[in-house]
């Protein structure tokens, strides 16, 4: 996977679009986003493997990861990338479907499941 674009938006929010290739052929593409929160902390909606350049401009923006309050998973295919982000945000909370729990159980993640009204509610 290589990174293609790191997009900057004023209202605090970035995402990442990124290639990702099936069976090294077809690519079908992944992307990440990262949230500001009113803090100034900031909340990843779902995991990715950051590496070269888009890696340094994340750990420039979060103060080398600490500044990360929660990973939040949502789609299945982003489990691929759970534990690379348990090593960059070791501080963050993790939150993921009953799968992700399932499918990677290196990853210290929160009781609440992310589609549950409980995740919701703890990162207010």
Known sequence: ???????????????????????????????????????GRFIFLDSYTLNGEIRELVMGLTQDGSLVEAVLNFHPFHTLHCAAMTRDFPVAKFYGSERHHRA?????????????????VSLH
């Open 104 to 120: 990677c159980t290196s990853v210290p993640w929160e009781a609440e499941r992310v589609e549950s009204a409980a995740a919701a």
């Open 1 to 39: 996977m290589t990174s293609k674009k790191f997009a900057t938006e004023p209202s605090g929010f970035w995402n990442i679009r990124c290639t990702m290739k099936v069976a090294g052929i077809v690519n079908v593409g992944t992307q990440v986003s990262i949230v500001r929160l009113q803090n």
